[in-house]
C-alpha cells in the first residue's frame, strides 16, 4: 500500500501525559499537513511542511504541540501534557502537484 | 479567516435518487476538492478542481468549481447505499501555505 500510513491508528491516555503520532506519507509527495478533526465537524489545519521546513502553524497549535518532518519524509506531531480537550482525531495528508491525500487518522482519547 | 459554507448539512434520500451538495466561500480559492469520510477513516479525495470554470467527472460523481472561483458544487447521480457518508469541500489558496481549508460536511443517507 503506498498511501498515507498513520500510527498508531488509537491512543488512550492520561491527562498530563505526553503522546506522540507519526505519519508516513507518500513517497514523492513534498507537502506533507496535519490536522485535528473534532466530532461532527470538517478538518481543522494545524501544520504544513514543505519537505523538511515547516512553513505554516496555525493558531490552534498552542506551545503544547510540536511537530517536526527531520529529513523530509516521515513527520512526527508531539503533544505534551495532554489535556481532556486535545481528545480528537489527528489528520496527516500528504500532495505533490495535486489535490492532498489523507491517511486513515489516530483517534487520541484523553480521560 | 476563511470559511467555507457547505448546504446541505445532510440529505436523507432514495437509492436511485441524484444528490447536489455545495460549498460557497467569502473569497476565492486555486484548489476545489471533494472529500468522502467514512466513521472512523480519514478523508478519501473524490475530485479535485483547479481551474475556474472547470467540470470534471468520477464515475457517478461531477464536480464544478465556480466562475468566481468562490464556490464548487458536487453531484453524485444515481445514489445507492454505499453512497452513505460525509462528504467535504475544501478550497486550497497557494499564497496561503497550501492550506485546506474544509466545509462543515454535508451527512449522506441513502435509503434502500
Known amino acids: 500500500d503506498t498511501g498515507v500510513s498513520q500510527d498508531p491508528r488509537h491512543k488512550i491516555t492520561k491527562r498530563g501525559q505526553n503522546v506522540t503520532f507519526r505519519c508516513d506519507p507518500i513517497?514523492?509527495?513534498?507537502?506533507l499537513y496535519w490536522y485535528r478533526q473534532t466530532l461532527g465537524q470538517g478538518p481543522e489545519f494545524l501544520t504544513y511542511?514543505?519537505?523538511?521546513?515547516?512553513?505554516?502553524k496555525s493558531r490552534l497549535l498552542s506551545d503544547r504541540f510540536s511537530a517536526e518532518r527531520p529529513k523530509g519524509s516521515f513527520s512526527t506531531l508531539e503533544i505534551q501534557r495532554t489535556e481532556q480537550g486535545d481528545s480528537a482525531m489527528y489528520l496527516c495528508?500528504?500532495?505533490?502537484?495535486?489535490?492532498?491525500?489523507f491517511g486513515q487518522g489516530t483517534r487520541l482519547t484523553v480521560v | 479567516g476563511q470559511q467555507l459554507n457547505q448546504s446541505p448539512q445532510s440529505m436523507f434520500i432514495q437509492e436511485g435518487e441524484d444528490v447536489s451538495m455545495n460549498c460557497t466561500s467569502s473569497?476565492?480559492?486555486?484548489?476545489w476538492l471533494w472529500y468522502k469520510q467514512d466513521p472512523g477513516e480519514g478523508p478519501v479525495l473524490l475530485i479535485a478542481?483547479?481551474?475556474?470554470?472547470e467540470l470534471t467527472s468520477n464515475g457517478r460523481l461531477t464536480a464544478q468549481f465556480g466562475i468566481t472561483r468562490k464556490d464548487s458544487f458536487l453531484n453524485i447521480s444515481a445514489s445507492i447505499p454505499s453512497d452513505v457518508g460525509i462528504y467535504f469541500c475544501?478550497?486550497?489558496?497557494?499564497?496561503?501555505?497550501?492550506?485546506?481549508?474544509f466545509g462543515g460536511g454535508t451527512r449522506l443517507m441513502v435509503k434502500p
Open positions: 495528508a500528504s500532495s505533490g502537484q495535486g489535490g492532498a491525500f
Open positions: 513517497s514523492e509527495h513534498n507537502r
Open positions: 511542511f514543505q519537505n523538511e521546513a515547516q512553513l505554516e
Open positions: 473569497s476565492i480559492f486555486n484548489t
Open positions: 478542481l483547479y481551474k475556474a470554470g
Open positions: 475544501a478550497g486550497q489558496l497557494y499564497n496561503a501555505g497550501n492550506m485546506l481549508t
